[in-house]
C-alpha cells in the first residue's frame, strides 16, 4: 500500500487452514491453487504469492501456468540479504515447511555459493501473530525460548525473516538477536519488487483517487480484522469472507 498507492489491491489470507507450515506439499499445492483460482476472477494483473511456504512449493508452476507475472517472497527477501550481509553468514526463521524445503539456502547459494546459512523453524511465531498475540512478556518469552538456538550460534550478522507474519513481531525479533544483526523483512523486498515488474510491463495504475481495497479470509472476520487494524495506519472497513471449495463469497 506504501509502495503502490494507486493500485487497488486483493488480499485473500487463508486464516482458517493457517499455519501451512506442518502440512504436506500437496495440501499447500492444492489450498494455493483454491485461493489463485479465486482470485483470478478478480481479474488481477499481477500475483503475489505471499507466503514462504506456498512460494518454496508452487511458485514454479504458477509462474508456468498463468500468463500473468508471478512472484514469491524469497528471492526478494535473499537477494536484500546478501546485499547487506558483512560476513557472509546469513539466518533465516521460518515456518517447518519452508525449512524443511531448503528453499532459502538453495536460493542465497544460487547467488553466491559462500554464503553459509543458519535456518531454524519456528512453528509458535504463527500461531501467537494469528492470536494478536503481537507485544507484551508473554510475546517476548516465545520469541527468545524460538530465538536461542539461533542466538547461541552468534556468528550471523543478518536474519531474514521467512514468514510473512513475522513482520508484525519484527520489533520484538530485533530486540531478541540485539541491534547488530540486520533484520530482513522479505515481505517489504517483496513489495519493491512487485513495483519494478509492473512499472517493466507498462501496467503501473496511472489514474487518481483512492484505492478501496478487497480483503477475504477464510477464517475468523472479527479476529482477522482485528489484527489488521493494529497493523495497517487505517481501519479495514471491506473484509470478506471466502468459501473456496465453492469459490463464494460473503459480505461482513
Not at 53 to 74: K, M
Not at 113 to 128: E, G, K, Y
Not at 200 to 211: A, F, P, Q, R
Not at 231 to 248: N, Q, R, Y
Amino acid at each position: 500500500m506504501r509502495q503502490l498507492p494507486k493500485e487497488k489491491l486483493i488480499y485473500l489470507g487463508d486464516t482458517r487452514r493457517c499455519p501451512y507450515g506442518p502440512r504436506s506439499e500437496e495440501e499447500v499445492r492444492r489450498f494455493t491453487w483454491q485461493m489463485v483460482n479465486h482470485l483470478l476472477e478478480h481479474n488481477i494483473k499481477m500475483l503475489i504469492v505471499a507466503c514462504n511456504t506456498a512460494t518454496a512449493y508452487t511458485l514454479e508452476e504458477l509462474q508456468e501456468n498463468l500468463s500473468i507475472p508471478v512472484i514469491g517472497v524469497i528471492q526478494p527477501g535473499a537477494r536484500a540479504a546478501i546485499k547487506v550481509s558483512q560476513n557472509k553468514r546469513i539466518g533465516v526463521i521460518g515456518t517447518e515447511g519452508t525449512i524443511d524445503s531448503n528453499a532459502y539456502p538453495h536460493v542465497l547459494k544460487s547467488i553466491d555459493q559462500t554464503i553459509r546459512v543458519n535456518a531454524l523453524a519456528c512453528p509458535l511465531l504463527v500461531p501467537m501473530v494469528e492470536n494478536g498475540l503481537l507485544e507484551g512478556e508473554a510475546a517476548e518469552d516465545i520469541v527468545a525460548r524460538t530465538l536461542a538456538p539461533l542466538k547461541a550460534m552468534n556468528h550471523i550478522d543478518t536474519l531474514i525473516l521467512g514468514c510473512t507474519h513475522y513482520p508484525l513481531i519484527k520489533n520484538l525479533i530485533q530486540n531478541e538477536m540485539g541491534s547488530h544483526i540486520q533484520v530482513i523483512s522479505s515481505g517489504e523486498e517483496t513489495a519493491r519488487e512487485a513495483s519494478l515488474i509492473l512499472a517493466y510491463h507498462g501496467s503501473l495504475e496511472s489514474g487518481g483517487g483512492h484505492s478501496v481495497h478487497e480483503f477475504y479470509t477464510t477464517g475468523d472476520v472479527d479476529k482477522f480484522r482485528t489484527v489488521a487494524n493494529s497493523w495497517f495506519d487505517e481501519p479495514v472497513l471491506v473484509l470478506k469472507l471466502a468459501e473456496l471449495e465453492h469459490v463464494k463469497s460473503s459480505a461482513y
